[in-house]
Structure formats: C-alpha cells, structure tokens
C-alpha cells in the first residue's frame, strides 16, 4: 500500500512516504555515525556522494549528521529514511534491518538527490539535497535478480561491473552471469585451459534474424579469475551477488570445441558461429560429470554466491537416442521407459542431480532452468521458470524453491515495440508498460510461501529440509548432509506424505545478448524497461498496473521527469521511450516474426 503526501520520484518508489514538499541541504564535509555491520553501505553511499558532490564524510560518534542504526523489528531488507532539519542543523537518519536494508536505503538516498548524484565528479555548485521527511520501505522479495549473458557476446569486466552497478541503483539484489553458451566459453580453468584457449574465440557471428546473415569477424574473450574476484567484490561493494552460471548438459558446443571427448559426437568441433538451439550436448556420461565437477570447485572457489546456476535449459536428446552405448547407459542406471526400453530423457535429469549433489557437497543451492523439474531432481534445486508461469507453478506445487523468469515478460533482447525500427526486432513485444504489469504472484493456487528481504534471508536449504529453512543448518556442512534425492517431486515427501510446497524466492529479468554484440546495444534493450521490472520486483508497484492503467501512467510519467534523467546523467545510452535513436536502429538486417503472447498464451491453456 503506497501512502504519500508527496510522491518521491525514486523508482522503485517506496511502500510509503510523508514528504511534506521542503528540501533539506546537508553540509559539507558531513560526519557519520554507522552501526556495526552497515559499514559497508553507509561507505558505498559516502564514496558515491564524495564523487558526486565532493563531499568530505568523516566517521564521528554521538551526534553526528547522518546515522546509519541497526532496526531489528523493520521487516526483511527494509528500511526507514528520515530527514529532518533540527536546531543543530540537519540531520539524516537510516534505519535498516540489516546491511541489505541499509543498501537499498542508501540507494534511495543517490536516487533523492537527484541526476547529479549518477556523475563522477561534482558539477559546479552542486549541492546534496534531499526531500524532507519519513520513508519506510521494505522488498516483497529476496532475489531480485538480472540475468548478463556474457557468453554469446563477451563483455569486458569494465562493463559488467557497469551492468552491476546499474542493477544495484535499481535495488536488484543478484546478478546472473552465464558465463558459458555454445558460442563461447568465459570461465578461466586453471585445470582445463583449452577452454578458454580455444572455447572462447569464435570465427563469425550470426546478425540477422535466425542467422539470415553472418559478419565474418572473429569475436571472443575471457576472464582472468582476477577479472571475475574483482567483479564478485565490487558487486558485494554495491550489496549484489553474483551467480555464475555454467550451463549444462546442453548449449556446450564450445567446451566440446576445447575438448571433443566431452560431446556425444567425439570428432573435431568448432565453436558455433550461429544462434539457436544446438543437437550437439554432452555425452552425459561420469567422466563428463566428473570434468564439469571439477570446473565448478573451480567456480566455488572464485565466486562466494550461495547458489551456482548449472543450466539445464535445451537440451535435444536426438544424438542419445541414436547411440547405442548411451542407450545402454540409461538402461544401467535403470532410467528405463513402460516399454522397459532405456529413457534417455532422463539422462538429462541424471545429469543434472550428479552435478546439484556436487554443488551441495561444496556448501552451496544450485539452481536449474526449468526444463530441471523431473523425476530426478534433488529437492534442495532451485527452479528458475523461464518458459512461463506455469513451469513456476508446477515447480512450486511439486515442493521446490522457485525463482520466476518468464521469457514472455522479462526477456530483455525481446523487441522493445512492435515498430519496424527496433534494432533486430526478435521474440515477443515488450514494451516498458508489458514489463510494468508483470505480476509474479500469486502464480498458482497452491499454498506457498513468498521469501522477502535479501539474499542472506534465502533459504540455504530446501523446502521441508531444515529446521530452520532461512539458516545454514549443519546439514550444509560437507559430510553432515542428507541425501535429498529420497524426496519425491511431485511435492510429497516420502516419509510423512504431507505436502512441502516450494517458497517463491523471487524474479529475475535476463538479458541474452545474441543480437546485442555491444554494451551500447545493451544499454538500448535493457533500459528503461529493467526499471519497470525493478519497481515490480521491490513490490512496490501498485497492483492495478497493466498497460493503459492509471498505474503504468504514474510509473511512465515519474519515469520520464525524473528517472530517465538520472540514467542519462549515469551515461546509459536507454532507449527513448518515443523510439530508438537513428543510430540505435539496425537496418538491412533481417527482422523476426513477432511472437504472439496472446495465441501463445491460449495454447499453453490460458496461463503462459
Ligand atoms: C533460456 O532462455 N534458454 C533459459
């Protein structure tokens, strides 16, 4: 429920606001007072306002001007702001639950003081203001989450830092890197080095619309596993975790490229120069097992995020069902069909819960694609339904943790308008207003839990697997586990039958980048829209919100007078909401059909 006297132009806007309409200036230098355990966002906001207006913060007890306090009773990851000017001049006060809350207060603060405070040195006569008043806000998720395919096209560190930093002003929380595709491989091994040394080089790329025309240069790169520390860190600066992905059993063309005996076709490979979906994935056999195993201790060791996306998305089987020996593989592992034939099929969800026991013996959730939910799947997996809400649905009611990333709503390479100059118009329309009425819940009938806050409220285990599901619990202790591959997943636990169903953990937008070869194209497709996704994922968003709504007029127009000017002050080439610039347009390439929600929609039985 929003309550306001004056609206504060932030987006996401908070759950409520009493801004009486005066400013209050805040000298310079300020001193600060910080709890214990704030410390880290009360220096990002300092750092950010010393850039931004040169001022000088000094640390200093008692009464200092600003107060960064610990407030346990505030709800999960939220904050309270108050302004005010006192006899002793003015004084600003953070409250927040945790370090989580003090992130997000501290990013409404850089929001509240307007365009400036996005530049990197003070303009002159710059000054920090910021509205009068009481903020109380709080997130009505836990993962609030970007996907940054890095894969398809490589981004330099610079850049995804960047991208990371442009997350966290919008209050998202976690940061996806699929670090790994068919068209390139990014993850430094010190183990297995041909990946990068032959994975992440491509001869060509593809640029029209399903490969319609090919530009013949070269393209790749990789991360040093300094490169990608530095990034970890700097995303923690900001208070965002980073998930690494590393995508599996499919869309690895490029890992067989680097070694040809991972591949269900063991000859010589290249790495692909063409977007799709590709026939060519592992032979799902222990040594592959044991190899991508070995690459994630190596991922553990460089990112510290409690969970590792392992993939699990596209994967055809038609190169296993045509082999013999892998047939028989199936059939030894006992993953036969009614017809007491080897399923293949479920080779995939074998796959895959070797690799998600490997990521719980190294102490962390792993997260699968939804093409994941099977019969096979460890109950601890956490689902990320990208296919649409029903895969979400079926994963909550089937008793997993669920993070919603429905492609018809928050994919961001999808055409940003229904014009014939958006830039490689491919997928589904989706404009700014589509992405504003998305609405991750309720996404079924069932009974299931909402996780608000941040990412240390996330469950460490999964549904009905610990005593307390929000804390480590010794069973995340190597050697101390249970094995949870004794759940079932139709959402019964086996030993007392009641149902444990999943808890929605959050959302998540991604932005594949197969037709963005460029950060600038990056900035056009996912700007402004991922702030209309933020102001959704925070849980401010009112509920009448569609597009045409009173809801999407108020976030549109807040938009243009106060956001938009803030990303253009950050340097975010955004595509304009009346059209994409001249130069952002890419004619003479071969556009898609536009994917239609609606027909797509009914034939899913209404829900998409
Ligand atoms: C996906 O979009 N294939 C996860």
Redesign the pocket.
Known sequence: MVVMTVAPDTVPVPLAAHLGGASVELPNPLSIDVAPGLEPAAHWWADVTSHAFGTVVREAGGSADVVFALDRALPPGGYELVVTETPGGPRLTVNAAGLAGAYAAAQTLRQQAGPPAYRSAPLPGGRLTLPAGVIKDAPAYAWRGVLLDVARHFAPPREVRRFIELAAAHHLNVVQLHLTDDQGWRFPSRRYPELTRAGAWRSASARGYRNAEMEALPHGGFYTQDDLREIVAYAHSAGVTVVPEIDLPGHVEAAIAAYPWLGTRKGPHAVRTTWGISDDVLDPGPEQVAFFCDILDEVAEVFDSPFLHVGG??VPTTLWRDNPAIVARAVALGLVGDDGRGDVSRLHGWFLAEVVEHVRGLGRRAVV?DEGLGPDLPRDAVVMA?RGLRQGAQALAAGYDVVLAP?HYVYFDHRASAGPDEPVPVGFVRTVEDVYGFDPGPVSAGRYETVAGGVSDLPRTGPGEGPDDARPSSADEPGARDDSRGARADGWTTDSAQPVPGRLLGVQA?V?TEYLETPRRVDYATYPRLAAFAEVAWGSAPPDRGPGSAGSAEFLARLARSHLPRLAAAGVEYRPLEGPRPWQMKPGLTPGIARDVAAETRAAGGVL
Do not use: G
């Open positions: 998305d596209e694609w990208w492609e991604a594949w």
